[in-house]
């Protein structure tokens, strides 16, 4: 997606007055939240510049909260305001183009220019500062905690501008060396030349093959844009006959980067998947995504594929191995735009997936009506077998699940809810849990009066149903009207008891991401707490064992912002219990992350439990934090320095 384009104007003066705006403001700030996301979707870095681009990652996360707090109060922006945002658009798009190039470029070109590479970097800033700076927060509605968050990341960017990093001097010498000596010399320089392509990770086939096509299109790229002057050549040359260097070291016989047609190709039939950027593919697959789709871990993975993970039963991430919280799909449309612009500027044409084998469908299709007739038959032999072939079915594919659906199967499971047989219960919360996984299916089964059912699994059914009765009201509480009702008919209570139970490690989770989620939900703030939420959360944090400190704190966080909640959950000893998190140094990132959240939303509403807290030399905690912490750290850091010195 092309950047915002601004009207005429010196661009040492971005609050001009006059104004042809070529988009509205919503739109303006939707695309700006669309760049910076699609900016951080690069997640690895050549070597070279690896430091610069975690710094521009870093500072992208901090001008997210001034994106986000506009969109939503969406205020009518000035010329003055429309223009800055204009310009931070330009700026935001620079940067997007920096990383992806930091991100799947040639990795000799970028050793070799580091020098102009780094002064991109510089431009980008200064780019950003120019927008940033004198922004109308007052006129924008922004909240003072982004607006000091922005200035001070807009006084880091100033004395960015003026820090003169060195290169790798080792890197630039040995480069230097290598490239000044002559043909006959070359016996001489396998020692420099084997600790470049380690430094510069070029030794396996992999590595080299990947090179030799970024170096291909960065040939391209010049001759497409006619630069053909003698210094582009003599660098071109240089690129390439480095490259054949390294392939001589590593034992491979490929030397025609310039060789033939070096246009990229037309199919991905035919094109090494090496030259496609690593986002771009499915880690299942490993082919390029044509529906991406974000899981609960925040990874992306092809629809088709993950789909298929799931219905098989797993749930758990296949590339963090997290558990996941839920089982919903949200399409990526920004990754999907950058695959779409990218096979289209290289002429590349998607595969077309073959369909699914038909028979097994076709077969399923009859089996359902009679499965779902047989789960209302009188006789119990009957209804156990029907009932667990839905399990298997419902978890097998989406089209199982509308056929289901499409039958009458969730009328006829949730009559079975009620049946005394445990392991028929078992199966059938299992099969909603499954089915729940559509969200039309979802409005389906609440507005069947299944809540109160699966509320009553949870409370007395296997503690495999338990498990997974949790499971269900998480899945049907991602709707608002299915919050409230889950709350009102009492389910907050025992998804409290499975979390302080002896259960599994597995059933303790689902329980409490249920009641995270219900909790969102500013009625169940308070049911929670009368059904002893709090002492439950504690036990679960002093289980090391256990692992869910975020989660529990999480659920802390919400809660702390409820005054009824907050009075129970404000005590000295709580205060203490998140110190310690915050000093440990065992402790990780994250868990120092969320200690912070908590602390500084009880020490806002009662100064005596931050005066409390920093009794134990919080202070240089929070400095150490504020430098190297987590992004959302750093931010509550900073803020409670600024609540501390007020006090």
Same mark, same amino acid.
Request: net charge negative; with cysteine; hydrophobic share 40%.
């Given at each position: 997606m092309p950047p915002p384009t601004l009207p005429p104007s010196s661009p040492d003066d971005p609050a001009e007055p006059s104004m042809g705006r070529e988009m509205d403001d919503e739109d303006l700030v939707e695309e700006l939240l669309v760049t910076v996301n699609s900016a951080r979707a690069f997640a690895e870095f050549r070597r070279t510049q690896r430091k610069e681009c975690a710094n521009l990652l870093r500072w992208l996360q901090l001008v997210l909260p001034l994106l986000e707090e506009l969109r939503d109060a969406a205020p009518r922006l000035t010329d003055d305001a429309y223009r800055r945002l204009a310009l931070l658009g330009r700026a935001l798009a620079a940067a997007r183009r920096l990383l992806r190039s930091c991100h799947d470029g040639s990795k000799i070109y970028l050793?070799?220019?580091?020098?102009? #590479?780094?002064?991109?970097? +510089?431009?980008?800033?200064? &780019? /950003?500062?120019?927008?940033?700076d004198g922004m109308p927060y007052a006129e924008l509605a922004i909240s003072d905690e982004v607006k000091e968050q922005v200035e001070l990341m807009n006084a880091q960017l100033t004395r960015c501008k003026k820090r003169t990093d060195t290169q790798d001097m080792e890197l630039s010498m040995d480069l230097m060396v290598i490239l000044q000596n002559k043909e006959e010399e070359r016996n001489a320089d396998r020692a420099i030349l084997e600790r470049l392509a380690k430094k510069l990770e070029l030794q396996t086939l992999a590595e080299l093959r990947a090179e030799t096509m970024a170096i291909k299109k960065l040939i391209n790229d010049r001759n497409n844009n006619g630069d053909g002057q003698h210094a582009v050549a003599d660098s071109t040359r240089q690129m390439v006959d480095l490259l054949n260097r390294f392939k001589?070291?590593? *034992?491979? =016989?490929?030397?025609? #980067?310039? %060789? %033939?047609?070096?246009?990229?190709?037309?199919?991905?039939?035919?094109?090494?998947?090496? /030259?496609?950027? @690593?986002?771009?593919?499915?880690?299942?697959?490993? !082919?390029?995504?044509?529906?991406? #789709?974000?899981?609960?871990?925040? $990874?992306?993975?092809?629809? +088709?594929?993950? $789909?298929?993970?799931?219905?098989?039963?797993e749930r758990t991430c296949p590339k963090s191995r997290q558990p996941l919280a839920h089982l919903s799909l949200a399409p990526n449309y920004a990754l999907k735009n950058l695959i779409l612009q990218w096979c289209d500027k290289h002429m590349v044409e998607l595969q077309k997936r073959e369909p699914e084998p038909a028979a097994e469908t076709e077969e399923h299709k009859e089996d359902i009506p009679s499965l779902v007739e047989g789960m209302s038959s009188i006789h119990p032999d009957v209804q156990r077998k029907a009932v667990k072939k839905i399990r298997r079915?419902?978890?097998?594919?989406?089209? @199982?699940?509308?056929?289901?659906? =499409? @039958? *009458? *199967?969730?009328?006829?499971?949730? *009559?079975?809810?009620?049946?005394?047989?445990?392991?028929? $219960?078992?199966?059938?919360?299992?099969?909603?849990?499954?089915?729940?996984?559509? =969200? &039309?299916?979802?409005?389906?089964?609440?507005?069947?009066?299944?809540?109160?059912?699966?509320?009553?699994?949870?409370? @007395? %059914?296997?503690? !495999?149903? $338990?498990?997974?009765?949790?499971?269900?009201?998480?899945?049907?509480? /991602?709707?608002?009207?299915?919050?409230?009702?889950?709350?009102?008919?009492? %389910?907050?209570?025992?998804?409290?008891?499975?979390?302080?139970?002896?259960?599994?490690? +597995?059933?303790?989770?689902?329980?409490?991401?249920?009641?995270?989620?219900? #909790?969102?939900?500013?009625q169940n703030k308070a049911r929670a707490t009368q059904a002893g939420i709090v002492p439950a959360l504690l036990k679960v944090m002093d289980d090391k064992g256990l692992g869910m400190v975020d989660e529990a704190l999480s659920i802390f966080l919400l809660l702390s912002s409820h005054a009824t909640c907050r009075a129970e959950i404000g005590t000295t000893a709580f205060v203490e219990k998140l110190v310690r998190l915050i000093k440990d140094g065992n402790s990780t990132p994250k868990n120092k992350e969320c200690a912070l959240s908590v602390l500084l939303e009880l020490g806002t509403n009662n100064r005596a439990l931050l005066v409390h807290g920093l009794r134990f030399g919080l202070h240089e905690d929070l400095s150490k934090i504020a430098k190297n912490g987590t992004s959302r750290a750093q931010r509550k850091a900073n803020l409670l320095i600024q609540l501390a010195r007020k006090l």
């Open positions: 050793a070799l220019e580091s020098e102009t #590479v780094l002064a991109k970097f +510089r431009d980008v800033y200064e &780019k /950003m500062h120019s927008a940033l001589e070291i590593a *034992g491979v =016989d490929e030397k025609d #980067v310039l %060789g %033939g047609d070096v246009s990229m190709p037309k199919s991905l039939d035919k094109c090494p998947s090496l /030259m496609i950027p @690593n986002d771009f593919l499915c880690p299942i697959t490993l !082919e390029i995504m044509t529906d991406p #789709v974000i899981v609960a871990s925040g $990874q992306t993975y092809e629809r +088709r594929s993950i $789909q298929k993970w799931m219905d098989s039963g079915l419902s978890k097998e594919c989406p089209e @199982n699940r509308t056929l289901i659906a =499409d @039958n *009458g *199967g969730i009328p006829a499971l949730i *009559g079975l809810l009620a049946c005394p047989d445990k392991k028929v $219960q078992e199966n059938t919360v299992t099969s909603l849990l499954n089915l729940s996984i559509d =969200d &039309k299916n979802k409005v389906l089964i609440a507005r069947g009066g299944a809540i109160p059912l699966v509320i009553e699994i949870l409370r @007395n %059914g296997t503690p !495999e149903a $338990q498990e997974n009765s949790a499971a269900t009201l998480f899945s049907l509480s /991602m709707l608002d009207e299915n919050k409230a009702a889950i709350g009102s008919l009492g %389910g907050l209570a025992p998804l409290v008891e499975l979390l302080r139970s002896s259960g599994t490690a +597995r059933g303790k989770k689902d329980a409490a991401t249920a009641i995270f989620n219900l #909790v969102l939900s500013p």
